[in-house]
T-cell receptor
Framework: KNEVEQSPQNLTAQEGEFITINCSYS?????LHWLQQHPGGGIVSLFM???GKKKHGRLIATINIQEKHSSLHITASHPRDSAVYIC??????????????FGAGTILRVKS | EAQVTQNPRYLITVTGKKLTVTCSQN?????MSWYRQDPGLGLRQIYY???????DKGDVPEGYKVSRKEKRNFPLILESPSPNQTSLYFC?????????????FGNGTRLTVT
């Protein structure tokens, strides 16, 4: 079983729809990151969470530490939101600190 | 402009020919790391550095070397590249020696080893 599981793997939405991407993890973490990767490859950090909820524009990220689960929500989705969304968790790795473990990613396509 | 700069963006080389992919950040970040991304396998960590002269292996370190002689630079060295190292590579940095801080990624280096 992977340490970080994302769902769904693929998601197609109509412009304007509310979108939810889920991330579950099975290990103790220091923080959870949501990343966005557009076609062409560049990776952008959207959120870093260790508790609660964060909002940036139309994006909302939540984390439930007890349930080991995080969600990324996109309100009023737009074709420019089409990208791969990747969940990553910081895992304690001994005296030198943390390593990062990634989910497989969710491919989102928003149609106009 | 605050950024992580990787060079080159694209590199085609032959098996066994030593190469270095450079990574530099101008944000005075303590933490730097290298990842490779492969279809079906996603992103995997190669090496990371908590600060100058402090480096440690990630999940897939075989065939790679790194050094952190200065805070801003974290080069990835392939002493004898092989075709299974064909991949998309990313460098990233973070302010503190922990993953409790946002990550900043370079634009990636697409490496092909023939």
């Amino acid at each position: 079983k992977n340490e970080v599981e994302q769902s769904p793997q693929n998601l197609t939405a109509q412009e304007g729809e509310f979108i939810t991407i889920n991330c579950s993890y099975s290990v103790g973490i220091s923080a959870l990151h949501w990343l966005q990767q557009h076609p062409g490859g560049g990776i952008v950090s959207l959120f870093m969470l260790s508790s609660g909820k964060k909002k940036h524009g139309r994006l909302i990220a939540t984390i439930n530490i007890q349930e080991k689960h995080s969600s990324l929500h996109i309100t009023a989705s737009h074709p420019r939101d089409s990208a791969v969304y990747i969940c990553a968790v910081g895992v304690f790795a001994g005296e030198y600190g943390n390593k990062l473990v990634f989910g497989a990613g969710t491919i989102l396509r928003v149609k106009s | 402009e605050a950024q992580v700069t990787q060079n080159p963006r694209y590199l085609i080389t032959v098996t066994g020919k030593k190469l270095t992919v450079t990574c530099s950040q101008n944000m005075n970040h303590e933490y730097m790391s290298w990842y490779r991304q492969d279809p079906g396998l996603g992103l995997r960590q190669i090496y990371y550095s908590m600060n100058v002269e402090v480096t440690d292996k990630g999940d897939v370190p075989e065939g790679y070397k790194v050094s952190r002689k200065e805070k801003r630079n974290f080069p990835l060295i392939l002493e004898s590249p092989s075709p299974n190292q064909t991949s998309l590579y990313f460098c990233a940095s973070a302010p503190r020696s922990s993953y409790n801080s946002p990550l900043h990624f370079g634009n990636g280096t697409r490496l092909t080893v023939t």
